[in-house]
């Protein structure tokens, strides 16, 4: 079947199947996924290719070019220039190809292949205390394949430079087949090179010609800036730039070679480092600063933050501490510097201040000697683009013109001059910020992208504006590249010749145009392929939840996602579990919300065409842990566990569903039914062969241990002893709310709770009757039962809710339900309101509301402490690190993210694999790491469950039994868990139970073979 580009694809797909070590995928998921960068633009792949070795990406590249078929190479997919989406075969380098294949320490080079992220191979390099020098904001994903793609850096350039300046030797592949590694090239080499012979010889005959052609034009056109970005590299082939070819090809950005490894230059970690923030009154008079203190000083980073992104900052509760630290003035000069000792570092701040003429005291003037917090502040300049592309108002704003850069003396005019122009198109608000000490500005501007008036204005805007920067000497781009959005503008930089230049190097490596077509030279229009685009035409959605923080529209929660890539990291916070251990896109947050974008069916050649019942979307969903870690983790708050929610309830709406979502989604109904006889249904659960079937019925993993219920449960329990049940109104009083976890499987931990709560004075009441949050339903997608269930609890809870009592949850997933599914399921719901308001959990309420005076039971231990990732992403853990703080309890909180098991995810058929690799990346090491005496703490069951049913030797407890252990006196000194009461099986009465079963089955196989031989025999006359 041949494309639109006459590409043969089938065959294509059979060649690259059968050539290629690697995984190949042409279907409608992949392709969407795919789809689009960190940028405004949109191009639907051909297909994707995922290489096992560096070798298969060249063997991909070969069966492409025999097709005629374009190729785009992508790291981790952060371009914001459009330049890593295209129609083509797209070769992703960084689930397999992503090794540091050695490091030579005395020579501070390593050599990489190009799917490895930044921030790994600074971890690699660590033990060398060595580092590759630029570190653009997406250092924790970004590919070193796509930094050299697009010649990436950051703030550290100041000291190291841009990517140009660290890479050494590349081994490259063009289209046409041609690999070598390329370098410098003095006359010696050029003349061996020559003597050769062959693709290579023409390749570097031509450069020279073309270098010798137009040497006066390449010496004057290009700025003499630090941050000049745009364009090809013509300059690194200047003779006395030592006709270095691997330089002149970074910042190609795909469209001349594909890198398949690159020698890097290394530069030592600094031993300390010194933050000094300056106080301006506006951020023009900040950018005025810059060539004073570069004048007297040299510093390591020198950054820009303005009054409009700390306000944004303000809004979003994000990075407070930082702002906190600020001194005052409306925008601030981060100024860095670094050295061999911290007294080092601080006295070049000082000699600053000195030369400033302000001192330390200046209200203005902050000098930071607390590096956690000078990380913190850097972070959260870093944070720039992702806090001001959804302000808290609801307003978009879009890249396009985020990073031109000018000479730093003249910053300050330029902004003055920018922001002049923004106020000629009616671009309010946009915030300036960036690398000031070296001129480069970054903003988001709201552009209006989904209407031709608007999209017309956006291409006049960006021609004005690169009439400006090259007026004033600049660069279109001063850090993310041309791509689409700067291609089509580098003739207003670069002369006419200048710009045939770069044609005509582009016609030497790639003749017949199909390197990533249509970026950088020969580009599409800046406003063709848009993401949106005037015929962008979403499907509206009916929803159950009422994503009231996104106008209540399903699409607009959808294009939350920017692409920034943060769902991509492998370290730290929680988002994404299943990228972390899969590392695959359509398993990371953006991958699946690319999907649902494609979904939408805004476009006529969205590869997804069958709305919710979409297999594809329902296949990225499927590893969804639902963790809601990136509702919390991602910039702009993209809340995958909803989104699946509301997916799931559509696309099996009407049709049967896969058993677990009867077997655990019910888990609530199934518990109160257990109760008639919970030790036999253990003994079911657990009989041997009958507990294998089950599973097998339930759509449960067979190497998953089915929990065990309570001989009774702590309803049961405290009805048995008649506890008094104190008035609503009475203000000691609290209601515990009996989750199901707690109430059926460790009801021990709410009597734990019980007696802590007791010791500080409160009046502990429980509901008499079955009470549930809907969780589980919730999290399978069964929404219409959910609002139910919940609706039924409100009733039971209605005169504690009236009465204003606070309702204490012990299971954190459980608690959260009430401060984020609830209230956006029911919307508008009085009583889940007061819920919402009156839920606490048990920290919460013993931190903030337990009488003066009262101390928690002095623990006085350590503590390996897992968060429940619903804890992390909404209720927040402060309280029960200060609670633990107040009994002594040394704990060390885990930054591990999530434990794996995520409720029902990891017990479902499918999902046993990933769910252990996910727990085996952070927590459970962790675990097994702790010493013998420390507690190992979980509030969440399904933590706790995860880490029992793993080999660690140890159980976790709930931060309620530690304490209520404590109010006895000293918890053991080994193994503290074993104090603690948990359902045991019966295994004699498993073993019984099946025996039985056994033999009442052998009984109704025997008996029913001695019928069937009596009959036969009756047939055959053998009786009378
Ligand atoms: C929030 C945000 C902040 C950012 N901050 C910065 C910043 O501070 N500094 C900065 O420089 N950039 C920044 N960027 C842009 C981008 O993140 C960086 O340029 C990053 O280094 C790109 O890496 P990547 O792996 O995502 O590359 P990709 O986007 O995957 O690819 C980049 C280019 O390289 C090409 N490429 C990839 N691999 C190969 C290969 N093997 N062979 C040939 N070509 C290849 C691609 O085709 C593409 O053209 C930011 C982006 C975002 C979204
Ligand atoms: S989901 Fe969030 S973190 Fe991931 S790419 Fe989208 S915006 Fe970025
Ligand atoms: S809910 Fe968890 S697993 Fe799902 S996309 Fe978000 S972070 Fe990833």
């Known amino acids: 079947m041949p494309d639109s580009q006459g590409v043969d694809l089938d065959g294509l797909e059979q060649a690259l199947e059968a050539e290629v070590d690697g995984e190949v995928r042409f279907d409608a998921g992949s392709r969407g996924a795919y789809a689009t960068d960190g940028s405004n633009y949109r191009q639907v792949p051909i297909g994707v290719v995922v290489p096992r070795t560096v070798e298969a990406g060249a063997a991909a590249v070969a069966v492409c070019a025999r097709f005629g078929a374009p190729v785009l190479s992508r790291g981790s997919g952060t371009s914001l220039g459009g330049q890593c989406t295209n129609e083509a075969v797209v070769i992703d380098w960084t689930k397999y190809c992503n090794r540091l294949v050695s490091v030579d320490p005395a020579a501070r080079t390593c050599l990489v292949e190009p799917g490895i992220v930044l921030d790994e191979l600074n971890r690699q390099l660590a033990p060398h205390k060595l580092k590759f020098g630029p570190k653009p904001s997406t250092h924790s994903h970004c590919a070193l394949g796509g930094m050299i793609g697009n010649n990436s850096c950051g703030a550290s350039a100041q000291a190291y430079g841009k990517t140009v300046d660290n890479v050494r030797r590349l081994e490259v592949l063009t289209y046409g087949g041609i690999r070598f590694w390329a370098g410098p090239t003095d006359q010696a080499k050029f003349e061996q090179i020559m003597a050769e012979g062959g693709g290579r010889a023409r390749l570097y005959q031509g450069l020279k010609e073309l270098v010798g052609r137009h040497l006066a034009g390449i010496r004057a056109g290009y700025p003499k800036i630090p941050r000049r970005v745009s364009g090809y590299n013509l300059d690194s082939l200047l003779p006395e730039n030592g006709f270095d070819v691997a330089r002149a090809l970074v910042g190609s950005e795909g469209t001349l070679v594909t890198v398949l490894r690159a020698e890097l230059e290394l530069v030592e970690v600094p031993a300390a480092e010194a933050l000094l923030v300056l106080g301006f009154d506006d951020i023009y008079q900040a950018a005025d600063a810059v060539p004073e203190l570069l004048e007297h000083s040299r510093p390591s980073q020198l950054e820009a933050i303005d009054g409009r992104m700390a306000q944004l900052m303000r809004e979003e509760h994000a990075y407070l501490d930082s702002l906190d630290s600020l001194p005052e003035g409306d925008s601030w000069l981060l100024v860095q510097f670094t050295g061999d000792t911290k007294d080092e570092a601080d006295a070049q701040a000082k000699e600053l201040l000195r030369s400033l003429g302000r001192e330390e005291g200046d209200p203005g003037v902050a000098l930071s000697d607390d590096p956690p917090r000078e990380q913190e502040m850097l972070k959260a300049r870093e944070a720039g683009l992702g806090v001001t592309a959804r302000p808290p108002d609801g307003s978009e704003t879009w890249e396009g013109w985020e990073d031109s850069a000018v000479a730093p003396e003249k910053l300050g005019d330029y902004l003055r001059d920018l922001e002049r122009l923004f106020d000629r198109y009616g671009y309010q608000q946009a915030s300036l ?12 501007i709201p552009f209006e992208l989904r209407e031709g008036k608007g999209i017309e204005q956006f291409r006049g805007f960006l021609f004005d504006a690169a009439d400006l920067v090259a007026s004033y000497g600049g660069s279109l781009s001063g850090e993310h590249g041309d791509g689409q959005a700067r291609g089509e503008l580098l003739p207003r930089m670069f002369t006419p010749a200048l710009t045939a230049a770069m044609e005509q190097m582009k016609a030497l490596f790639d003749p017949d145009n199909r390197m990533n077509p249509g970026k950088v030279v020969h580009p599409h229009r800046v406003d063709n392929n848009l993401r949106l685009g005037p015929n962008w035409r979403p499907e509206p959605k009916q929803t159950h939840f009422a994503f009231a923080d996104d106008g209540g529209d399903f699409g607009q929660a959808v294009l939350r996602c920017v692409g920034i890539g943060n769902c991509r990291t492998h370290q730290g916070g929680v988002m994404c579990p299943s990228y972390r251990a899969t590392l695959e896109e359509k398993h990371s947050t953006r991958g699946r919300a690319r999907l649902l974008f494609e979904m939408l069916g805004g476009h006529q050649d969205s590869p997804v065409t069958d709305g919710w019942r979409s297999t594809e979307v329902r296949d990225a969903l499927d590893l969804c842990l639902a963790c809601k870690g990136c509702k919390s983790d991602c910039p702009v708050g993209v809340d995958m566990a909803t989104y699946k929610a509301e997916f799931l309830a559509h696309h099996y709406q009407g ?35 009958l507990a294998r079937l089950g599973k097998r019925l339930a759509g449960i993993d067979p190497r998953r241990d089915a929990p065990l219920f309570a001989d009774e449960s702590f309803q049961e329990t405290w009805r048995r002893l008649e506890r008094p049940q104190p008035a609503p109104s009475d203000p ?14 460790h009801p021990h ?25 809907g969780l589980t339903w919730i999290s399978t997608g069964q929404l219409a039962t959910a609002r139910r269930v919940l609706t039924r609890a409100t009733a039971v809870l209605r005169p504690w809710l009236e009465a204003g009592t606070p309702i204490i949850g012990l299971e954190p997933s ?16 009085q009583d889940i309101v007061r819920l919402e308001a009156q839920m606490r959990t048990f920290a919460e309420q013993l931190v903030n509301h337990a009488p003066d005076g009262w101390q928690p039971p002095h623990v006085s231990r350590a503590a390996t402490v897992q968060t429940h990732c619903h804890q992390h992403a909404v209720l927040g853990a402060d309280p029960d690190r200060e609670l633990m703080r107040r009994a002594g309890l040394k704990a060390e909180v885990l930054d591990e993210g999530c434990c794996g098991l995520a409720g029902n995810f990891g017990f479902e058929q499918g999902h046993y694999d990933l769910s252990q690799a996910i727990a085996e990346q952070g927590v459970l090491p962790a675990v097994r790491d702790t010493a013998p005496s420390a ?10 469950t995860q880490i029992g049913q793993a080999d660690t030797g140890r159980g976790a407890l709930h931060l309620a039994e530690a304490l209520a252990l404590a109010l006895d006196g000293p918890p053991p000194s080994d193994h503290p868990e074993k104090a603690a009461a948990r359902p045991q099986l019966r ?20 008996g029913g073979f001695l019928v069937a031989r009596h009959r036969h025999q009756i047939r055959k006359g053998w009786t009378r």
């Open 655 to 689: 049709r049967l569903r896969p058993a677990a979502h009867y077997a655990m989604g019910w888990l609530p109904l199934w518990s109160q039914l257990a109760r008639l006889a919970p030790a036999l249904t253990n003994a079911a659960l657990h009989a041997p062969g």
């Open 935 to 944: 507690f190992v703490l979980a509030d969440g069951f399904s933590c706790r």
């Open 814 to 829: 459980c608690t959260a339900v009430f401060r984020t599914d609830a209230p956006d399921l029911l919307a508008g719901d």
């Open 749 to 773: 931990i709410a009597d734990a709770a019980v007696r802590v709560l007791e010791d500080a004075g409160f009046r502990v009441a429980v509901p008499d009757g079955p009470v549930c949050c």
């Open 732 to 745: 000691r009083t609290v209601l515990l709310w009996p989750d199901t976890f707690t109430n059926h499987f």
């Open 433 to 444: 910020y960036g690398h000031f000490g070296q001129g480069c500005v970054h903003t988001r």
């Open 987 to 1006: 295994a004699a009465a498993s073993r019984l139970l099946t025996a039985s079963l056994l033999g009442a089955v052998a009984g109704l196989v025997g």
